[in-house]
């Protein structure tokens, strides 16, 4: 496009000033929010001023209120906490703190207010918002500014971003912080969990969450907790007894631990609180096991945020400018929103409105309306925790018998996948099978039939605990065939990467010839590329973005006391470019070169002038991610000589390749709580085609839909045929022919200062919802 036009573009916000400020209780990635918020603001041509100390700074002014650069957010990403402050302020909540306030917004022209805090920071700056108006023409009155100020600052828009790491904001999926809490806990977890096996102990782990027991769901959903107790949905009466049953049969099933997890905000069906040392003290008594109450405090709040939330962060910073860009008159406060992959926008006060609902259902005791406001994640999350925790095997047999396998390159998640799929296939009477090494294992015999108790301990395992291999069925197909029917295997459950639906697709397409394939299958993605079609995110991938995220941080940490230096990282992924880009907006890496996003010798020339340009200033530090496969050509050796040449007597080059520690570790909560709830899933989804299919004591499945890749798109767990599926794969390149993540391409490019048309930015849509659409909005 014209330069000119260009520059119009880059100015759309000239004359705006906009403040940003954080509130309430710190989150993890609250710096990654503010700074993209001060990027965004300056990118588009705005003055952009940072308040330190939250409300407190806005209310005293002075130096608590400066201007901004592109470098005063400069290495902060990566930061927990917030570098500007956050602090309560009780003059705020006064009319007179708010006058002062609007005072020293109006002395430096801001009329743009961008508040990242909780729900009673984000209800402060609406009632600002409402008030401003009258605060200045009191302020004419006393005649603290003139009737022409007045005038030119007639107007506050105020956009919030929600920072609480209790996720306990209706409107949603997520809010900043409580990705990273999650790691925090189950790193705890994990630890105790060695230490408590050692010593058969028992340990009750407090969370916080004040009235909200999402961050307690999910790490029992993700640790396989043997209780859990929420404040949404209080034990019924003479639970002391059922919880201590339950215990004593995990322990007599040969498990060596017991793990509560309790709420901070946890209590009877009659109100009364429930303390962790009173739980611990019943255990002692009732049934003399050795306890530990470990109460995790403000550890959750701490360390580095986790690669969502750095992602997630950037994504609302950006999006919340754009919001004050297209503010009018008439536009409420808005809060931005995650909804599936995309960002929205939603009446500020509305949300609260719901989020006050769901206390007071609680408070009134009606506690199913409760979880049910608090939305569809947490309802999924606390049904499939009760199916797999208070469920027991099924009494009589199912004339049913499933496989399950491993297939490709190991991932992170695998392994609680298999682990929820053998347990709920258990409660549902099947006969389940664990096959080791994949479809060749399936071709060799290698079949063994397992019990609730065979898969302890798996949750929380890296890799692949069956093993599996990348060989594809048609090179043993007969032999497949034979064991489908020597072991009577009906149902097929499939874990893997492309070769997992690759390879069912070729069972499949030999069903025509081999009738024994007439059996319901199912693939489950677990790849750390993210390059299965029919879902936005395979299982491994966040891991693998989580741990290539910390080598970079370690990789730009080590270069803090050497001048100007720019490092070449090589990712994995195949031809998919998903774990470069998404590492590289959480790492904030000056480009990331993909496959699906072509690039030229210009470009790379353009790209080593811009970090040329960068090194001159006072950051000395560049990064660069390059996709294993993204180019036959300019390989990271060649990127390597390419920065070292042109960049000489400016910055030296360092090559990194991360390569297979992309997929080691522990998985991280998201995908230990994904893998469990596609292995439900797709069970449940499994048993309800084989009742459909059965007759006449046989299983005779062959339409398209028998076969199917379960996967998350959006915000709704779809089940896609893959006959369908491969109308739009590109299996050459092993990749689905379109790909959602692309569209976070734009983002990266952005907040590294490149010259990009915002034209090409989708804003997020103004939406107006009702309590129902609130109360489904946490979707999976």
């Known amino acids: 496009m014209a330069a000119a036009e260009l520059e119009r573009l880059r100015m759309a916000g000239a004359g705006m000033a906009i403040a940003v400020l954080t509130s309430g209780g710190d989150a993890q990635g609250m710096n990654a929010a503010v700074r993209a918020v001060t990027r965004m603001g300056i990118y588009v041509g705005a003055k952009v001023f940072l308040i330190y100390e939250g409300y407190e700074g806005l209310v005293e002014g002075g130096d608590n209120i400066k201007q901004a650069n592109w470098l005063s957010v400069s290495n902060i990403i990566q930061l927990g906490g917030t570098v500007i402050g956050s602090a309560r302020c009780k003059a705020f909540t006064t009319r007179a703190g708010r006058l002062r306030a609007a005072r020293n917004l109006v002395e430096h022209g801001i009329t743009n207010l961008c508040v990242i805090g909780g729900d009673g920071s984000l209800t402060g700056a609406d009632i600002f918002r409402s008030e401003w108006a009258g605060l200045l023409d009191e302020l004419v009155r006393d005649g603290q500014i003139s ?9 506050l828009n105020i956009v919030g971003l929600v920072g ?20 925090r806990i189950m790193e705890v977890i994990d630890a105790i969990t060695t230490t408590a096996q050692s010593h058969q102990r028992t340990f009750v782990l407090e969370v916080m969450g004040r009235h909200c027991g999402y961050l307690a769901l999910v790490s029992g959903l993700a640790s396989g907790a043997d209780w859990l107790f929420i404040p949404e949905s209080p034990p019924e009466d003479g639970w002391e007894d059922l919880m201590c049953e339950r215990l004593g049969e995990t322990r007599s099933r040969g498990s060596r631990l017991n793990i509560i997890i309790i709420a901070e905000g946890a209590i009877d069906r009659s109100g009364k609180p429930i303390s962790s040392n009173y739980v611990k003290d019943l255990v002692v008594q009732r049934l003399g096991f050795d306890t530990r109450v470990t109460v995790l405090g403000h550890v959750q709040r701490g360390g580095t945020p986790s690669a969502f939330d750095r992602v997630l962060s950037s994504k609302m910073g950006m999006e919340a400018v754009m919001a004050l ?10 809060v931005v929103s995650l909804s599936g992959n995309q960002s929205v926008r939603l009446p500020l006060m509305e949300c609260v409105q719901v989020t006050k609902d769901v206390q007071k259902a609680m408070d009134e005791k009606r506690f199913e309306e409760a979880i049910q406001l608090r939305g569809g994640s947490f309802e999924n999350n606390w049904n499939i925790y009760k199916l797999l925790a208070h469920q027991k095997p099924a009494q009589e047999k199912s004339p049913f018998s499933l496989a399950i396998l491993n297939v490709g390159a190991p991932a992170a998640g695998m392994n609680a996948a298999v682990r929820s799929a053998v347990r709920i296939s258990i409660c549902q009477g099947h006969t389940i099978y664990v096959v080791s090494d994949g479809f060749e294992g399936l071709a060799t015999g290698q079949i063994r039939e397992v019990g609730w108790h065979d898969v302890a301990g798996w949750l929380g395992r890296g890799g692949s605990m069956l093993g599996t291999k990348r060989t594809l069925p048609k090179t043993c197909m007969e032999k497949i065939v034979e064991n489908v029917r020597k072991f009577n295997i009906q149902g097929l459950l499939v874990i893997g990467g492309f070769e997992a639906y690759e390879g069912v697709l070729q069972l499949v397409e030999a069903r025509g010839q081999y009738e024994e394939l007439c059996i319901v299958m199912c693939v489950i ?3 750390i590329s993210n390059n299965v079609p029919g879902t936005d995110f395979s299982l491994g991938s966040d ?9 970079c941080d370690r990789i730009k940490q080590s270069a803090s006391g050497t001048k100007r230096r720019v490092f070449i990282v090589e990712t994995m992924g195949g031809y998919c470019g998903y774990l470069s880009t998404v590492t590289g907006i959480a790492v904030g890496a000056d480009a990331a070169y993909v496959y699906e996003d072509p690039f030229t010798i210009h470009d790379l020339k353009a790209n080593v002038e811009h970090l040329t340009d960068k090194m001159k200033t006072d950051i000395q530090r560049g990064l660069v991610l390059r996709n294993e496969k993204c180019h036959e050509h300019y390989t990271t050796e060649f990127l390597y000589n390419l920065y070292s040449s042109e960049g000489k007597g400016i910055f030296d080059c360092r090559i990194n390749v991360l390569g297979h520690l992309q997929q080691g570790g522990a998985p991280t909560p998201f995908d230990r709580n994904y893998g469990t709830k596609l292995g439900v899933k797709a069970v449940l989804w499994m048993s309800e085609k084989l009742q459909q299919v059965y007759s006449k004591g046989r299983v ?23 006959t369908e599926l491969k109308k739009v794969t590109d299996f050459e390149h092993r990749l689905p022919q379109e790909q959602w993540w692309l569209n976070l391409r734009l983002m990266l490019k952005m907040l590294a200062n490149y010259q990009i048309s915002l034209t090409e930015y989708i804003s997020g849509q103004m939406e107006h919802v009702t309590r129902r659409t609130l109360s489904i909005e946490k979707g999976f």
């Open 525 to 527: 993605p677990a790849t």
């Open 700 to 722: 005779f499945a062959n339409s398209g839909d028998s076969a199917c890749v379960i996967g998350l798109r959006k915000k709704v767990v779809a089940f896609s045929p893959v």
């Open 325 to 334: 860009l297209e503010a009018t008159p008439d536009t409420p406060a808005c």
């Open 543 to 551: 891991t693998a973005v989580n741990a290539a995220m910390e080598s």
């Open 164 to 183: 609480s790491i209790d996720n306990d904001f209706c409107g949603t999926d997520m809010t900043i912080g409580t990705d990273s809490a999650l790691h």
């Open 147 to 155: 009737e022409e100020v007045a005038r030119q600052n007639c107007r």
